[in-house]
Each structure stands twice: as structure tokens, then as C-alpha cells.
């Protein structure tokens, strides 16, 4: 028996179908190994060697896994076909101690049987190229993260972190934020002239140029003039330029563009788009056949497409829309500067498997992303869209209006699919236009304008985002979702209808990142950092050496700001509540999680209180139980004191029963916000809290796991189903979800 391991149990079915008899599938979740969670795990002394330990939730997942290989004949590794996929064949391979020259190694862009059959024709070592760029991209990002994120709290508030990508993303976001409140809206007429030939046709011309010159106008008094300037004044038409203009589809998607097209065309947020496209990759549930991959891998930055999918393609345009819809020689995308390249772009499977025959059979959500892949492939291998195009000059006095126009002649790809178009310029550009001809006069009918002002620059969306991401070579397809999000989930961004904007504790962040670690805020090193680690990736660079070059530098920079005094944090705020435990004066002062009373005499008194929105204590609520009073009946409520938490009958003054309650500690997790151990608390709505309250008043209607969301850095919470336990992000924008034991 042949045992088969991958990542993610959403496409294990699948799999299984294609493998047949003689073959397990194992699915580990994702990484098995990684760097400790609390220490740094990276020996700075001893040429940046990390110290990799079985991930506390994947013990009982190794468990399993090693006894499965004591039972197999052979173990191949069929991970994800990326940087994180060669290093968690890396890992399993020492954890499997199967030797590093052993051919165990198999990779398939897509799910169906030729790809898996193709992969077990041709497995191969396992790419220490590959898992070298991956270890130098973890141990930069731990370097960072463990060595920057202390100065942010230390200078702005606690629980705050700092990242190599992270940081230079957030960047972008306050950076567009300050060019927005920089900006002065410039006032300008635009002036456009309704005309009629001979023939009783109108065409609407906009004025352009005045004496030759580009030219605009910026006042009332100024359109005055020019109306003024333009009375009586023939209209004449001084050039002509027909041309046929020839319109190229576009590239098939690649991870960024797909992202894109689906939050502009679809309303798809980032999650929702990347969720939907891995359930897409991994197989859907169709009736009759089961579980059905459907689209290539969907974490690439290559426009590449296999000779074989081209040739199907072309083959089925062909018979679909005709000859003249298929080019004579086939569409091939030049890739970018700095694309990786490592696998083909997003595309169906099939092109048999068209999106009317899933229509009913699959969610919505997954229906219309197939079909925005499904078509923009098709379409990327249609002929050109052809138009008749015109372009005129009409003199009037001194001024010269231009006319713009493109007449469909043959639609080729735009039968499939159109890109998504932003608002018009003020030059229109019309799609019916009269036969004009030099020397023409034309009448006028009127005149057209309206007082605008120009527009600051438009916030982010995710999609914009992403794009700008792209462009600037920061992250990587598979870094997109999980930077965008974390900012979210760490509160240093915030949503604004579709846009993104910076909270004041991001720009506090970035603010103090800019000062003392400028390498790290800095765009083009960040890209530079990414082309570096596809260096090492292709063999040139030892990663030990990269690190070291940045590591170097970051320490002058940490050195600096630890020996530095300036810091942002808000100074504690006197009121005149006493503290009711000491009876010193109460101050406020600020966290992570917003604003609360302190007594002033800490540490001696910990008493804190906390505060809402409008700054007003917020008093703690009696929580009633289902437990029932032993002296008079009626039901017991929890209760906080100066020695905890306790029960008291909800009788008093008339019955004056208590309770002290007997802490389970460690039962349900610990206190993401203080670290303190949970507690169940039960009433008519049962729920988790800290064994803090009130100094801490967290509360989880689900036990809490120890371990960080991946993709946010937010807690998880235990979750149960007909399948077992799993963990879920708390992240509302997030939702990361796992398996307990094999992960998803």
C-alpha cells in the first residue's frame, strides 16, 4: 500500500477517486513543523539556524501519520506545488526520516486523473532550492516580527505587532490616506458642443485645445470668455483619422487579477474569493459524481498556459463560435519582471465542463467564480476585438474641439468577456458617429458644461489593494489575502463601505515604523527583499546570506530605537473617581482594546475598571445561572467581589446566601486578552469568561484554543460538527477554519 500525503482534507476525496486501489491519502492541514511559539526560535549566533517543534496542535496529527507509514510500502509527497508546499514535504520528510536523495516528491497543477497520473509517473526529490527560499522568507518575517514588534509596544501601546510585508502594506494605506488629506480640489468648466452636419446628424465635440495648446478651463469668469470668444464662430472640421484599432484580450487570471475581477464584477471580498477559488481547485460535491475539481491551482502570478489546454481551447472555439473567432497563431502572455512563474495561470480544467452544466449544482458563489475563470481563459485565446475607429478635429476661432469614436466591426473575445471599465473621461468617446469629412461645416445646436472640481485620489479597496500590491512587487499571490486581512484583524486598518482606511492606531504604527525602521516601511526594499528570495529559489543566493545583510541592519535600527525616549503613548488622564479597593485617585489610560481606569497607586492595587465609547464606566452586569438558592429557591447570579468571582441568591437583602465558586482552570483555554485560564459559566445563556472579571471582561461563547489563526494572528475558538471538533477564527472579517486533527 502506497501512502499519499497532502495538505488540505478538502480535496482528499478527490484525490482518492483519481488514485484508485492500492493508495491512502493522508492529510496533514497544512505544516506540521514550525518555529516556537513563544521563544524565537531562530540561533541569531549560529548562521541563523532555526529551531523547528512539532506544532502543539498537530501532535496527534504526526501520531497518526507515523503509524500510517510503518504501514506502507511507499510514501510519496504530494503537498501543494509552491514554496510552502515543497517545505512541508521538507518537514515531512525528517519527521519520516525519508532521505533527502529518495525521488518521493510529486507535484500536480491541477486535480484531475492525467495531472495525478502524470505526477506518479515523474516524482523527484524534494527541492531544497525551493525550501530554502521558504525558510529565509519564515525566519525574516520571525526576525522582525520578535525583534520590532516589542519597540511598537513598548512606544505606542502593548499587543502590537510589526511585519516585513505587513508593515510596507500598511504603508500604501497611509500613504494614499495623506495624499487624500493633502489634496486641493482644483476647480475646472468642462465645455463640450453639440453639432449637426448636412445631414442632420449631431455629434457632441469637447473642447481640448486653445492656439494648439492643451487647454482647460478653470473659472466661471474664464468659460464666460470663452462662450464670449465662440459666439458666431464657425465650426469646421479640420482632420479626419479613420483607422481599424485592434483590441487584445486579456491574460488569463493569475491570483491578483482574479481577486480583482471578482470583488469589481461579483462584490466578492477577498476571503470570499479565495475560500470560494480553493474550494474551486479542491473539488465540489456533484450529484452523481462526487467531488469534481474544477480549476487549476489558484496561487500563481504566470499567464502560461499548457500546450494541451491551448490546443482544447482553441478546438472548442473553433467549433463553438467559428473559424474567424480563433487566431492564427495562438495567444501566449508575456510573464512579468518579477513572476515566479512556477505554474500555469487559473483556468478550468475542462472546458467540457462548461458553467451552464454546473448552474443549480453547485452554490452561487462557487458558480458564478467558476464562470469569471471559465470565461476570461476562454476569452484569452479568442481573436482580437476589431473597431472602426475615427478621430476628429473641429476648429472653431481660436479653439479646437476633438471628436472620438469606435464603431464595433467584429467582436471576437468580447462575445465571451469584457473587462471591467471605470468611469468615462471627459473626452468621450462615442460608439455612433456621422461620416465627417475635411473642411465640413458643421452648425451648432448648443453649448454643454458644468462646474466640477477635481478628485483626491480614491482609497483602496481590497482589489485596489491587491493591484497595487502586484505592482509594487510586495507579497506574493499566496501573501495577498493573509496581509490584507491581518491589518484588518489587528485593527490597524478599518472598512468604509467597500474602501480601506487606516485607524489611528495604524498610523500611529507606521508613523513610528517610518522612524527608526525605514528599510522595513520602504517599498522598493521590500520588493527587492521578494526578488531575493526568488533568487535563492532559483539557485543563486545562499539564504543564510540574505538574512544576514538585513539582519544586520536591523539591529542598528532596534539599537537606536531602544536607546531613544520619544514614544506616542497617550499619558493617564486624572479623574476624580476613587478607587474603590484602595481609595487612590483613578486615571485613564489606554490599550489595545481601548480606554479604562487604572488605579493610580499600581502596582501596589491592580484595580482597573473599564470604560466605554463616551469614556463612562461600564458596570459589571450580574449574570443570572440556572442554579437555584439552597435557603430560599430563587435563582443564584454571579456576582464579582474583591476576592473573585461568587454566587449570591438573587434574593437579597431578604436572603443573603453565597457561593464561592471552585475554578476549573485550563479546562476551556486561556484569556486571549490577560492570558488568565477560562471558566464555564452557566445561566440561561451559558458562555466562556475570564477568571479575571471584572479587570478583565472577556467572554467567548466557545472555549478557546491556544493556538493563532494562521492567516490573521487572531485567537480560534473549539468548534464542534457532525465531523468532529475544529477550530475557527474569531476574526469576523477572517473566519479561518481548521480541523482538529487533519485540518482542511
Not at 526520516?97 to 486523473?113: G, M, Q
Not at 510573464?335 to 443549480?360: M, V, Y
Not at 526578488?531 to 539599537?559: P, R
Not at 501596589?604 to 470604560?611: G, M, V
Amino acid at each position: 500500500m502506497k501512502l499519499v500525503i497532502i495538505e488540505g482534507i478538502g480535496k482528499k476525496q478527490t484525490i482518492e477517486k483519481y488514485l484508485g486501489k492500492g493508495y491512502r491519502v493522508f492529510a496533514t492541514g497544512g505544516h506540521i513543523r514550525d518555529l516556537p511559539v513563544h521563544t524565537l526560535g531562530v540561533d541569531v549566533s549560529n548562521n541563523y539556524k532555526p529551531n523547528y517543534e512539532i506544532i502543539r496542535d498537530k501532535k496527534d496529527v504526526v501520531k497518526k501519520l507515523l503509524e500510517e507509514a510503518k504501514e506502507s510500502d511507499e510514501i510519496l509527497l504530494a503537498t501543494d506545488p509552491d514554496r510552502e508546499g515543497e517545505a512541508i514535504s521538507w518537514h515531512l520528510a525528517t519527521v519520516l526520516d525519508i532521505p533527502t536523495s529518495k525521488k518521493a516528491r510529486i507535484v500536480f497543477n491541477e486535480i484531475s486523473k492525467k495531472a495525478i497520473q502524470h505526477a506518479l509517473e515523474n516524482p523527484r526529490e524534494v527541492d531544497i532550492n525551493l525550501v530554502d527560499s521558504q525558510q529565509a522568507r519564515r525566519i525574516l518575517d520571525r526576525l522582525v516580527g520578535y525583534k520590532v514588534s516589542p519597540i511598537l509596544c513598548k512606544k505606542i501601546q502593548s499587543k502590537l505587532s510589526a511585519g516585513r510585508v505587513q508593515s510596507a502594506t500598511l504603508r500604501l494605506i497611509v500613504d494614499r490616506e495623506k495624499e487624500i488629506r493633502a489634496f486641493v480640489p482644483e476647480e475646472y468648466w468642462p465645455l463640450s458642443a453639440l453639432l449637426q452636419n448636412s445631414d442632420k446628424a449631431q455629434v457632441k465635440a469637447t473642447l481640448v485645445t486653445k492656439q494648439d495648446k492643451k487647454f482647460k478651463i478653470s473659472s466661471q469668469q474664464e468659460l464666460e470668455k470663452v462662450l464670449s470668444d465662440l459666439d458666431g464662430v464657425q465650426f469646421k472640421v479640420k482632420s479626419v483619422n479613420r483607422s481599424v484599432t485592434k483590441v487584445h484580450p486579456s491574460a488569463p487570471f493569475i491570483t491578483s487579477t482574479m481577486q480583482q475581477d471578482a470583488l469589481n464584477k461579483l462584490g466578492f471580498n477577498l476571503r470570499l474569493t479565495t475560500s470560494t477559488a480553493q474550494t474551486l481547485y479542491e473539488g465540489v460535491n456533484i450529484e452523481g459524481e462526487g467531488k469534481v475539481a474544477l480549476v487549476t491551482y489558484i496561487r500563481t502570478d504566470s499567464t502560461r498556459v499548457s500546450d494541451d489546454a491551448m490546443s482544447e481551447a482553441r478546438d472548442f472555439i473553433k467549433n463553438k463560435f467559428g473559424d474567424k473567432y480563433v487566431p492564427a497563431k495562438p495567444n501566449i502572455y508575456s510573464k512579468k519582471k518579477n513572476a515566479q512563474d512556477a505554474h500555469e495561470a487559473i483556468r478550468p480544467i475542462t472546458l467540457s465542463r462548461t458553467p451552464e452544466s454546473l448552474r443549480g449544482l453547485i452554490p452561487e458563489a462557487q458558480y458564478k467564480l467558476y464562470k469569471l475563470i471559465y470565461d476570461r481563459f476562454l476569452a484569452s485565446q479568442m481573436s482580437d476585438a476589431t473597431y472602426n475607429s475615427l478621430s476628429c478635429i473641429i476648429e472653431a476661432g481660436d479653439y479646437g474641439f476633438k471628436v472620438n469614436g469606435n464603431t464595433p466591426l467584429f467582436e471576437g473575445y468580447t462575445v465571451v468577456y469584457k473587462n471591467f471599465t471605470e468611469e468615462k473621461d471627459e473626452e468621450e468617446i462615442s460608439d455612433t458617429l456621422p461620416d465627417l469629412q475635411p473642411d465640413e461645416i458643421l452648425k451648432l445646436k448648443k453649448f454643454k458644461y458644468e462646474q466640477k472640481f477635481t478628485k483626491p485620489p480614491l482609497r483602496y479597496t481590497e482589489a485596489s489593494l491587491v493591484k497595487m500590491m502586484e505592482e509594487k512587487g510586495i507579497g506574493r499571490p499566496a501573501t495577498y489575502t493573509p496581509m490584507v486581512t491581518l491589518l484588518f484583524s489587528r485593527e490597524y486598518t478599518k472598512r468604509e463601505k467597500k474602501f480601506i482606511v487606516p485607524t489611528e492606531l495604524g498610523e500611529k504604527v507606521c508613523e513610528m515604523l517610518n522612524r527608526y525602521f525605514p528599510e522595513i516601511m520602504d517599498i522598493k526594499f521590500t520588493a527587492n527583499m521578494e526578488s531575493k528570495l526568488d533568487e535563492i529559489e532559483d539557485g543563486g543566493k545562499i539564504w543564510q546570506n540574505v538574512i544576514d545583510d538585513f539582519y544586520k541592519d536591523l539591529v542598528k535600527s532596534i539599537n537606536a530605537a531602544s536607546n531613544d525616549s520619544y514614544t506616542m503613548k497617550s499619558e493617564p488622564q486624572k479623574t476624580d473617581v476613587v478607587c474603590e479597593k484602595c481609595g487612590a485617585p483613578m486615571l485613564i489610560k489606554e490599550s489595545k482594546y481601548g480606554k479604562f481606569l487604572a488605579c493610580s497607586a499600581y502596582p501596589k492595587c491592580k484595580n482597573t475598571l473599564p470604560l466605554d465609547e463616551k469614556s463612562e464606566i461600564v458596570k459589571p452586569k450580574d449574570v443570572e445561572t440556572n442554579e437555584k438558592c439552597p435557603d430560599c429557591g430563587k435563582p443564584l447570579i454571579l456576582k464579582s467581589g474583591r476576592y473573585g468571582n461568587f454566587l449570591a441568591c438573587s434574593g437579597y437583602p431578604k436572603c443573603k446566601f453565597t457561593k464561592n465558586i471552585e475554578e476549573k482552570k485550563g479546562e476551556y483555554g486561556t484569556c486571549p486578552q490577560c492570558g488568565k485560564p477560562l471558566r464555564l459559566v452557566k445561566g440561561k445563556r451559558s458562555f466562556f469568561g475570564c477568571t479575571g472579571y471584572p479587570e478583565c471582561n472577556f467572554l467567548s461563547n466557545y472555549p478557546v484554543s491556544d493556538k493563532k489563526c494562521p492567516d490573521c494572528g487572531a485567537y480560534m475558538t473549539i468548534r464542534k460538527d457532525k465531523a468532529g471538533e475544529y477550530l475557527l477564527c474569531s476574526s469576523a472579517q477572517c473566519k479561518h477554519k481548521e480541523r482538529m486533527n487533519e485540518g482542511d
